[in-house]
């Protein structure tokens, strides 16, 4: 995991490999790997290797190709390492139209009324307005 940002006193780090994502679909009980998985699958098909010619530079900038066109998964923690709130922002953190941010709590909940400000300060960082009525997918009005 990469550390990201704070907010305290919660930090917000960035899942990198598809072990941190299984771990953070076990610990939440959703499906962030699954997704994580189909985003890499995608990310690593794009990848161009560069045209010299010599098999062993094709995989040379594979890996930033990959953490470039992928969207950043994130998780909140606590002190104790605890997962508390998983997030998928565009690719780089950079605003899309076409993109939706996804912001879940364990089990697919609501986190908004628990880690709201955490969630704004991620918000802040990226320079995205990440508001539940967009990012939280599950929303029902009563």
């Known amino acids: 995991m ?41 990310a690593t098909q ?5 045209r010299t010619g010599l098999y062993v530079e094709q995989s040379i900038g594979r890996k930033a190709h990959i953490q470039r066109a992928m969207p950043l998964f994130l998780t909140l923690r606590d002190r104790e390492g605890k997962a508390l709130v998983t997030a998928m922002l565009p690719p780089e953190g950079k605003a899309g139209a076409s993109f939706r941010p996804i912001i879940v ?13 955490a969630i704004r300060a991620l918000g802040e960082h990226f320079g995205l307005p990440l508001d539940p009525a967009r990012c939280y997918p599950y929303r029902r009005d009563l």
């Open 2 to 42: 990469q550390y990201v940002c704070d907010a305290p006193p919660l930090t917000w780090f960035r899942l990198e490999t598809t072990a941190e994502a299984a771990l953070e679909s076990q610990a939440m009980d959703h499906a962030v790997e699954r997704y994580f998985r189909q985003a890499h699958e995608q």
């Open 46 to 50: 794009s990848y161009v290797p560069p």
């Open 105 to 117: 709590g364990r089990s697919n909940q609501d986190p908004y009324s628990d880690f709201g400000e």
